[in-house]
């Protein structure tokens, strides 16, 4: 059987960032760009360990 290497929902090119205050990123991708937010997991002290967030191609 074979295996499709890109995941459900993403394209070829998935931009990765890496970053000091994602959190206001995030907001700001949900308030102003209609992003939704697919994962948003946080470590044992409240900061953000990993998140994955959608643009709507119709915004």
């Given at each position: 059987?074979?295996?499709?290497?890109?995941?459900?929902?993403?394209?070829?090119?998935?931009?990765?960032?890496?970053?000091?205050?994602?959190?206001?990123?995030?907001?700001?991708?949900?308030?102003?760009?209609d992003a939704e937010v697919i994962v948003r997991d946080t470590q044992p002290?409240?900061?953000?360990?990993?998140?994955?967030?959608?643009?709507?191609?119709?915004?």
């Amino acid at each position: 059987m074979a295996v499709d290497p890109i995941r459900e929902g993403f394209h070829t090119v998935t931009p990765y960032l890496f970053m000091e205050g994602v959190d206001r990123l995030i907001d700001f991708a949900v308030a102003g760009l209609d992003a939704e937010v697919i994962v948003r997991d946080t470590q044992p002290d409240g900061t953000l360990m990993q998140a994955e967030i959608r643009l709507s191609s119709e915004t």
